[in-house]
């Protein structure tokens, strides 16, 4: 609880905006086509890619822990990634935990044994989650039909000064490959 309650402050600090429960997010059940999608590609590939977009801008909207894990119920994702999601999960909730100094035996043993995890704040987008805004929204950059994995980048992209400084914000990149299995697009994997 105290992860998800962690989650979703991060998340909303992050994002600059106060929780606001009246506007729930619905989740699509179906795959919506992206005007976005090269043309070039066969019917397979755009199905894949509908996919992998679809996806990457669904989670971004789920601001309530709670509904996060409904929808990771029934997103389009492999048992092996959603095994993986919550391992990256936990691996960041014991991380927490360990700044507090309450970790058990076990959790110690969970940190030691995984500590390939390089992850902050968010299990699939790790510390990029602080470059997620309400104008972000994933489009393709790119997508290799051999391997099936589709090369996302967010929309927002701004870049500021500081002190005369001048840093760049947004533009957060994720790739995902993915499977087909029973017919269906999976992800599989994520980078």
């Known amino acids: 609880m105290l992860k998800k309650v962690g989650i979703a402050m ?12 009246s506007k729930t997010n619905k989740v699509q059940k179906t795959v919506k086509e992206s005007n976005q999608v090269n043309t070039k590609l066969n019917s397979e590939d755009k199905e894949a890619v509908n996919t992998a977009i679809n996806f990457m801008n669904e989670y971004i909207e789920i601001r309530d822990p709670d509904e996060l894990d409904k929808w990771l119920a029934k997103a389009p994702i492999t048992e092996k990634f ?24 076990a959790d110690e043993k969970f940190l030691k044994e995984n500590d390939d995890i390089n992850y902050d704040y968010d299990a699939l987008l790790g510390s990029g989650i602080m470059d997620i805004r309400e104008e972000s929204g994933f489009q393709l950059k790119k997508y290799d039909s051999k391997s ?18 001048k840093n760049y914000q947004g533009g957060t990149e994720i790739t995902l490959k993915l499977v087909k299995q029973n017919g269906k697009w999976l992800i599989d994997e994520s980078k």
């Open 10 to 21: 991060l998340i909303a600090a992050s994002l600059g905006i106060a929780a606001n429960t």
């Open 82 to 105: 959603r095994k993986e999601y919550r391992r990256r999960e936990k691996y960041i909730e014991l991380s927490e935990k360990a700044l507090e100094g309450k970790l058990s035996p």
């Open 148 to 165: 099936k994995t589709v090369y996302l980048k967010d929309k927002y992209e701004e870049e500021f000064v500081v002190n005369g400084t």
